[in-house]
């Protein structure tokens, strides 16, 4: 038989990590317009001429969300049976950082601007508002970049190679006088130079480097295919086999279970 306390913390799981009840897609909704709220006022805090007139006013209001947020992030602690696995997951560290500024604001000068990071909680909208289409959709991406990090690791090993080699090739052939005035520098005009951008501060100036720089060009257009085409064989892949619920554990507080899930299949408790 489940004491007063369990009852409690299972209440309160459910109104902070369920939003299936009025109560729980209430608080949710709640706590997304508090966020919005809370990183407009560090955005226009960091406007001169607003802060001058009303710096105190966004002092006062950062407070309050720093303890809405705390007292909410103590809430999610105690609902859950395992606090340790919410603490150290992605959105347990972000809630965290959306307090810390605050704090760290009375000992650091400016650390409380860093407020802004709020804006992470904001990926909570895609479960909150229960769009499960997108939810398993974030979910699809997610699994087809870790089935394809072992080639997106080695294509990245190949390009930063490449651009150390042509970097050092051009200033060899451009030299100091070019503006190539180390290897380094050339490897930064390289880097910037294939992917497209092209700042245009190094420029060369010698046939040979216009035809290197040339190529380089060339090859930018045709990487930059490369690991979009891995990514979308392992998006067509997983799109086959992954079907997901919006459900979070009350045990550890993680989601991504199977529609049909009973258990769940981080730690082994009843969903």
Not at 29 to 38: D, E, G, P, R
Not at 143 to 148: A, G, K, P, V
Request: proline share 4%; glycine share 6%; aromatic share 12%.
């Amino acid at each position: 038989m489940n004491t007063p306390w369990q009852r409690f913390r299972q209440r309160l799981h459910t109104i902070i990590f369920e939003a299936d009840t009025w109560a729980g897609r209430a608080f949710d909704v709640t706590l997304l317009f508090l966020i919005v709220l809370s990183v407009l006022a560090v955005i226009l805090e960091s406007v001169p001429s607003i802060a001058r007139f009303h710096s105190q006013f966004f002092d006062r209001i950062e407070w309050v969300f720093t303890i809405l947020f705390s007292i909410e992030y103590v809430a999610r602690i105690i609902s859950i049976r395992q606090p340790i696995r919410y603490v150290t997951s992605f959105f347990g560290l972000v809630d965290l950082l959306a307090i810390l500024p605050s704090y760290l604001g009375l000992f650091m000068f400016g650390a409380h601007e860093l407020a802004a990071v709020r804006i992470l909680r904001m990926l909570r909208i895609f479960r909150i508002l229960k769009l499960g289409e997108y939810t398993s959709a974030a979910a699809l991406l997610a699994y087809s970049l870790r089935e394809s990090r072992a080639k997106i690791t080695v294509f990245f090993v190949a390009i930063f190679t490449l651009v150390i080699t042509l970097g050092a090739m051009m200033y060899v052939v451009e030299g100091r006088s070019n503006g190539f005035e180390s290897i380094p520098l050339s490897i930064y005009w390289a880097v910037i130079t294939i992917t497209t951008v092209g700042y245009g501060d190094i420029v060369p100036s010698t046939p040979m480097g216009k035809f290197i720089a040339t190529i380089i060009m060339l090859l930018g257009y045709v990487i930059i295919a490369v690991p979009t085409g891995i990514v979308a064989v392992s998006l067509t892949t997983a799109s086959k086999k992954l079907d997901i619920s919006t459900q979070a554990c009350p045990n550890c507080s993680r989601q991504g279970h199977d529609p049909d899930a009973v258990y769940c299949k981080y730690c082994g408790s009843a969903l």
